[in-house]
């Protein structure tokens, strides 16, 4: 299996050579030059497969220039009982008769990025061995929340690899730092940056592209290499968990072998529901796709209207996460859709590059609009969700989680359909607990309280369990403390390697 350019503009390329560039260097996403399908017998048959053997069906397909025992080794080394709080990695909560949970929180960071960013290192490593060169990899990550940690776990550790994570100092809440500041490891390095998120990822962005410092490094034995979220290594471990979804609701009963199912997720950057229609794609029968967003609703404005427009403010929400403008992964999804046209693809994001925006063609809008829907959340809604849902259910669900249930309550409204829908949990509860306990019983809080007496206060009120990655983090030893200006980060990564 070969990996080809959206923009039609580099050369075929293996699965780890795409892994290792992370993006295409001559700007575009690769993207498998061939789906792989799976048969409706293989796809059944899951039911009968654990977790990690649903992973190495799946990575076997795609990355076909690893062996088999590479594959077998990075899973075992991710997917175990170490890592994950539930032996069956990810789980469903049925909701109602329709609706079940899809919980992709159980990972040591409590955000479902733990099942891509688990493994995804180990892929990495092994792409650089069959690189054979002498050099250590260096991934350097600027963060705004959730992503600096799930790579810090991931990364920690693995032989052959330096980390370090920059995140704005002001820009991330109490949590996420203390999250950040803890990791062990004796290859990561965590450093506070003087400046906003803009400023940081502007300047980490930069040494990508500084060829002085690239030598600089290159002499300390290093080589550059990103672990962001348009790495081909981090979508296509995000494709295992609806087929592992799609056989447990067979387990359940819930459905019929090959009967149809609908899958909501909440989106921010489009690479989990990418990720799902990938598992569409290879066979997973599916109705439609419901692409949930918050109040930056420039996807669901794109799939009412055909026009991709960046051109708007910027809107801080209670779903983090999901505050995005520019869904890098849309490319690929459009590139599938327009059965490869490269040409199109280029000229749109040209365009986007130019503009701001851009639109597609009625007949490429038509045949998205088959199976693609997109709602979103405001604020408000996003608050009375997770409050509806935690009175009528007794179950705690996170802001982002909230988008999606609040997204296929308005779809279900709308067009009546019954069809068994999973709807993707993205974070634990926990993660963004001060939202979620306002959200439930605002009277408990009070002025004094700080971020980590809040999580205390939700699980007095709530009974459910602090996620074990965010417990006790009040009193975990701080092992980072580094700091630097915005034009420092070239001084602090010499002096970390
Ligand atoms: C990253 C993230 C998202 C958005 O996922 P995409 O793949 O970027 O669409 C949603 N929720 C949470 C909690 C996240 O961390």
């Given at each position: 299996?070969?990996?080809?350019?959206?923009?039609?503009n580099?050369?075929?390329?293996?699965?780890?050579?795409?892994?290792?560039?992370?993006?295409?260097?001559?700007?575009?996403?690769?993207?498998?030059?061939?789906?792989?399908?799976?048969?409706?017998?293989?796809?059944?048959?899951?039911?009968?497969?654990?977790?990690?053997e649903?992973?190495?069906?799946?990575?076997?397909?795609?990355?076909?220039?690893?062996?088999?025992q590479?594959?077998?080794?990075?899973?075992?080394?991710?997917?175990?009982?170490?890592?994950?709080?539930?032996?069956?990695?990810?789980?469903?909560?049925?909701?109602?008769?329709?609706?079940?949970?899809?919980?992709?929180?159980?990972?040591?960071?409590?955000?479902?990025?733990?099942?891509?960013?688990?493994?995804?290192?180990?892929?990495?490593?092994?792409?650089?061995?069959?690189?054979?060169?002498?050099?250590?990899?260096?991934?350097?990550?600027?963060t705004?929340?959730?992503?600096?940690?799930?790579?810090?776990?991931?990364?920690?550790?693995?032989?052959?690899?330096?980390?370090i994570?920059f995140?704005?100092?002001?820009g991330?809440?109490?949590?996420?730092?203390?999250?950040?500041?803890?990791?062990?490891?004796?290859?990561?390095?965590?450093?506070?940056?003087?400046?906003?998120?803009?400023?940081?990822?502007?300047?980490?962005?930069?040494?990508?592209?500084?060829?002085?410092?690239?030598?600089?490094?290159?002499?300390?034995?290093?080589q550059l290499?990103?672990a962001n979220?348009?790495n081909?290594?981090?979508?296509?471990?995000?494709?295992?968990?609806?087929?592992?979804?799609?056989?447990?609701?067979?387990?359940?009963?819930?459905?019929?072998?090959?009967?149809?199912?609908?899958?909501?997720?909440?989106?921010?950057?489009?690479?989990?529901?990418?990720?799902?229609?990938?598992a569409?794609?290879?066979?997973?029968?599916?109705?439609?796709?419901?692409?949930?967003?918050?109040?930056?609703?420039?996807?669901?404005?794109?799939?009412?209207?055909?026009?991709?427009?960046?051109?708007?403010?910027?809107?801080?929400?209670?779903?983090?996460?999901?505050?995005?403008?520019?869904?890098?992964?849309?490319?690929r999804?459009?590139?599938?859709?327009?059965?490869?046209?490269?040409?199109?693809?280029?000229?749109?994001?040209?365009?986007?590059?130019?503009?701001?925006?851009?639109?597609?063609?009625?007949?490429?809008?038509?045949?998205?609009?088959?199976?693609?829907v997109?709602?979103?959340?405001?604020?408000?809604?996003t608050?009375?969700?997770?409050?509806?849902?935690?009175?009528?259910?007794?179950?705690?669900?996170?802001?982002?989680?909230?988008?999606?249930?609040?997204?296929?309550?308005?779809?279900?409204?709308?067009?009546?359909?019954?069809?068994?829908?999973?709807?993707?949990?993205?974070?634990?509860?926990?993660?963004?607990?001060?939202?979620?306990?306002?959200?439930?019983?605002?009277?408990?809080?009070?002025?004094?309280?700080?971020e980590?007496?809040?999580?205390?206060?939700?699980?007095?009120?709530?009974?459910?369990?602090?996620?074990?990655?965010?417990?006790?983090?009040?009193?975990q030893?701080?092992?980072?403390?580094?700091?630097?200006?915005?034009?420092?980060?070239?001084?602090?990564?010499?002096?970390?390697?």
């Amino acid at each position: 299996m070969k990996y080809i350019s959206t923009r039609g503009n580099y050369d075929k390329v293996d699965a780890s050579e795409a892994i290792r560039l992370g993006m295409v260097p001559t700007g575009g996403l690769f993207v498998p030059e061939e789906i792989p399908t799976l048969s409706r017998e293989t796809i059944n048959s899951m039911q009968n497969s654990s977790y990690q053997e649903i992973v190495e069906k799946i990575l076997d397909e795609f990355l076909t220039d690893y062996t088999e025992q590479e594959l077998q080794e990075a899973v075992a080394k991710a997917y175990n009982c170490d890592n994950f709080s539930v032996e069956e990695i990810t789980s469903l909560y049925k909701l109602d008769d329709n609706s079940h949970v899809l919980e992709l929180w159980h990972g040591p960071t409590a955000a479902f990025k733990d099942l891509a960013l688990q493994v995804m290192p180990y892929l990495l490593s092994q792409a650089i061995e069959k690189e054979e060169t002498d050099k250590d990899i260096l991934i350097l990550v600027a963060t705004s929340g959730d992503t600096g940690k799930a790579a810090l776990e991931g990364f920690k550790n693995v032989d052959g690899i330096e980390i370090i994570v920059f995140y704005p100092e002001e820009g991330v809440s109490q949590v996420q730092k203390r999250q950040m500041v803890t990791t062990t490891g004796d290859n990561t390095a965590v450093v506070a940056v003087a400046g906003n998120f803009d400023d940081c990822q502007s300047s980490v962005k930069e040494i990508f592209g500084d060829q002085n410092f690239k030598e600089v490094i290159a002499d300390k034995g290093y080589q550059l290499s990103s672990a962001n979220s348009i790495n081909w290594g981090r979508l296509v471990p995000q494709i295992i968990y609806y087929f592992a979804a799609y056989a447990e609701l067979l387990n359940q009963k819930e459905i019929k072998p090959g009967e149809e199912i609908n899958i909501t997720v909440p989106t921010g950057n489009f690479g989990n529901i990418l990720a799902s229609y990938y598992a569409y794609r290879m066979g997973l029968p599916v109705n439609k796709f419901i692409c949930a967003s918050n109040d930056n609703k420039v996807l669901t404005d794109f799939f009412k209207t055909g026009v991709y427009d960046k051109n708007r403010d910027f809107k801080k929400t209670v779903s983090p996460s999901m505050d995005i403008l520019i869904s890098s992964n849309l490319e690929r999804f459009l590139f599938e859709v327009t059965g490869h046209d490269a040409q199109k693809v280029t000229n749109w994001y040209q365009q986007l590059k130019e503009e701001g925006k851009f639109e597609v063609d009625e007949e490429t809008k038509d045949r998205i609009n088959e199976i693609f829907v997109g709602e979103y959340a405001t604020e408000d809604e996003t608050k009375e969700t997770i409050q509806a849902v935690y009175q009528e259910h007794n179950y705690v669900i996170d802001p982002h989680t909230a988008v999606g249930v609040n997204v296929y309550n308005k779809y279900f409204n709308n067009y009546n359909d019954k069809t068994t829908t999973v709807i993707d949990a993205t974070a634990n509860p926990y993660k963004f607990g001060t939202t979620v306990l306002s959200a439930i019983n605002d009277s408990v809080i009070t002025d004094e309280m700080t971020e980590f007496d809040i999580l205390e206060e939700l699980n007095e009120e709530t009974g459910v369990e602090i996620h074990s990655g965010l417990e006790g983090l009040a009193n975990q030893e701080i092992k980072h403390e580094l700091k630097c200006k915005v034009d420092g980060i070239r001084d602090i990564i010499q002096q970390v390697l």
